[in-house]
């Protein structure tokens, strides 16, 4: 009888055991997916710049939590990996009644910069719509940014440079002139050369070593050509005379296609140019540590 109480003693024993264990790692599991853990993790993320890893901890954390520097580093954590979309529809839920409504507001601005949606920019600049009057000064700026980087409905000089520093000014008159009157070379001019002066078009181009040897190639052919038919070599001159043909069309072809590739390069240097000064800049943005 007493080794069956004993045995039924010892039985509840575990169980209740058993139940407080199990009661315990339910309790560290719900503290483990608390909302103040997953806020802290989520911070964590971010400052380790796994932004992926960190909007999915935010978002969870947001569910249940309405916090202005969470939803912000939600929003630019989006930014940060290039979903630019995203991002300015986050921050656009900060506009009101948020102690991050100005930067919030700067940063939207900074979504429709750098996903290139320059005309939303412009419009939303124009109208002053969501505008953060604390950060005026750098959404002139970047607004100036997007005709450089577009190059398109350019407005006036004054305008353009204005928001930036004298020592900066030189340099960003340089570009606008650059945009408005490209020093470009024309493909019909420089044929035109090439055919009065086999070569001329090139040199035209800025191709000198490549215009002499033109030059030089038609003109020698041209003079075996004759010289061949003078002393009645009639197939040596015709031969040199096709040579002096296909050298002398090369020559007016070659010059046409080299005032494009003049041109072409024109505008890829001087949007390299332009974007390496932007970029060098940071775009002028301010550090903001939120």
């Known amino acids: 009888m007493i080794n069956a109480v004993g045995s039924r003693n010892l039985f509840l024993m575990l169980i209740l055991i058993s139940s407080a264990k199990l009661f315990a790692q ?5 503290d483990l997916f608390s909302p103040n853990n997953r806020l802290k993790f989520a911070n964590h993320l971010y400052s380790e710049k796994d932004y992926l890893r960190a909007i999915g901890e935010y978002k969870d954390f947001l569910k249940s939590t309405d916090n202005d520097t969470a939803r912000f580093r939600f929003a630019n954590s989006f930014l940060r990996i290039g979903r630019y979309d995203e991002a300015a529809q986050n921050f656009k ?3 009101i009644g948020s102690k991050l409504e100005e930067e919030a507001k700067l940063f939207y601005y900074q979504s429709l910069f750098f996903s290139k949606d320059f005309n939303a920019f412009q419009s939303n600049y124009d109208s002053r719509l969501n505008f953060p009057q604390k950060y005026s000064l750098t959404l002139d700026r970047l607004n100036s ?3 450089f980087l577009s190059k398109t409905n350019l407005p006036s000089e004054a305008v353009l440079i204005k ?3 004298d020592s900066l000014q030189t340099k960003l008159i340089y570009f606008y002139q650059m945009m408005k009157n490209p020093p470009k070379k024309n493909p019909v001019t420089a044929a035109l050369l090439s055919a009065a002066i086999p ?4 040199v035209y181009t800025g191709e000198l070593t490549d215009g002499l040897i033109a030059f030089g190639a038609t003109l020698l052919s041209g003079f075996l050509a004759v010289n061949n038919f003078q002393h009645d070599h009639n197939f040596r001159g015709w031969l040199f005379t096709g040579l002096t043909a296909f050298f002398y069309g090369g020559s007016i072809y070659g010059s046409a296609a080299s005032a494009q590739i003049y041109n072409a390069r024109l505008r890829f240097n001087l949007d390299s140019e332009i974007k390496i000064f932007f970029e060098e800049r940071n775009y002028f943005l301010p550090k903001i540590d939120l």
């Open 145 to 147: 940014a997007t005709y």
């Open 199 to 202: 070569g001329a078009g090139k």
């Open 26 to 30: 339910s309790g560290a599991q719900e």
């Open 93 to 95: 839920i900060l506009f």
């Open 163 to 165: 928001p930036f520093e």
